[in-house]
């Protein structure tokens, strides 16, 4: 089977650091993605990793770990408007398509 | 980066009837993709729609209950036929990035909001 495993809801005081887990066991990897969703409103595309390491994108970064099938979003100092759902999503192959994580709930309180 | 639009943004339908979605791309793309979403779940993928090819169904999903057109490389649209109230959901298009090919950054259209009572 395929899965991926994330937390169902995370809570962060704003300006702090959270971190995101997600590990994963999918037949094939190609890469991570991790996407922010507002209520309401249509995923976004935030990050993707396909390589060991961490990559950096202002506040947000993303780190993978392919031996461990495992991998982390870390959002930095921490505003209100992050308050959103955050997905991880494996791609398995060439065929494109992802395949999603239940989604964390980020909560920031003031 | 692509824009995508989705028509309608919401409906309210009667059971037995049939919708149709649209999904217009203001690039030229080569897959376009069908998500089900319920409120604080994640994304379920229908079916991928490639143009001048049939589209390619998930497990749980057959065409005669969404049947999908791409008749171009810039529209696609989901048909939901013989509605009954568990059709009710959020339903996304997305298309991969038209200049990353590779599928892991897709961009999504608002979403259209069905309701079937």
């Known amino acids: 089977g395929q899965s991926l495993e994330q937390p169902s809801e995370v809570t962060a005081v704003e300006g702090a650091i959270v971190q995101i887990n997600c590990t994963y066991q999918?037949?094939?990897?190609?890469?991570l993605s991790w996407y922010q969703q507002h209520d309401g409103g249509a995923p976004t595309f935030l990050s993707y990793n396909a390589l060991d390491g961490l990559e950096e994108t202002g506040r947000f970064s993303s780190f993978l770990s392919r031996s461990d099938s495992y991998g982390y979003l870390l959002l930095q100092e921490l505003q209100m408007k992050d308050s959103a759902s955050y997905f991880c999503?494996?791609?398995?192959?060439?065929?494109?398509?992802?395949?999603w994580g239940a989604g964390t709930k980020l909560i920031i309180k003031p | 980066s692509a824009v995508i639009s989705q028509k309608p943004s919401r409906d309210i339908c009667q059971r037995g009837t049939s919708l149709t979605i649209q999904c217009q791309v203001d690039s030229q793309v080569t897959m376009m993709f069908w998500y089900r979403q319920q409120p604080g779940q994640s994304l379920t993928l229908i079916a991928t729609a490639n143009q001048g090819s049939e589209a390619t169904y998930e497990s749980g999903f057959v065409i005669d209950k969404f049947p999908i057109s791409r008749p171009n490389l810039t529209f696609s649209t989901l048909t939901v036929s013989n509605m009954s109230p568990e059709d009710s959901s959020i339903y996304l298009c997305?298309?991969?990035?038209?200049?990353?090919?590779?599928?892991?950054?897709?961009?999504f259209g608002p979403g259209t909001r069905l309701t079937v009572t």
């Open positions: 999503a494996v791609v398995p192959d060439s065929n494109y398509q992802l395949i």
């Open positions: 999918t037949s094939g990897f190609y890469g």
């Open positions: 997305s298309v991969e990035d038209p200049e990353r090919r590779g599928g892991y950054e897709q961009y």
